[in-house]
Nanobody
């Protein structure tokens, strides 16, 4: 059974920082790219950041320069460091393995 468990969400004022972490169970971590998607109220789920098995990264234009994704292949974790947060970053953030397996989501709320 594959499980992705997120942690680190919360509430912060604009300009603040949060760090999200996702821990993967099982062997999938070795073979899958990992990413963070987000879904704001009334909007479609969208990719925020992605990291391949060999560490290459890809970011949505809206988060470039502010968010950093990283993975630890030994600990089987993928983190999302979010700096310079804006109210429009408010969303539920989901950890995913190749958009096949999904975590339960963690809420990030940024107030102005």
């Amino acid at each position: 059974q594959v499980q992705l468990v997120e942690s680190g969400g919360g509430s912060v004022q604009a300009g603040g920082s949060l760090r999200l972490s996702c821990t993967a169970s099982g062997s999938i971590f070795d073979f899958y790219g990992m990413g963070w998607y987000r879904q704001a109220p009334g909007k479609q789920r969208e990719l925020a950041a992605f990291v391949t098995t060999d560490g290459r990264t890809n970011y949505a234009d809206s988060v470039k320069g502010r968010f950093t994704i990283s993975r630890d292949n030994v600990k089987r974790t993928v983190d999302l460091q979010m700096n310079g947060l804006k109210p429009e970053d408010t969303a539920v953030y989901y950890c995913t393995a190749e958009a096949i397996y999904w975590g339960q989501g963690t809420q990030v709320t940024v107030s102005s």
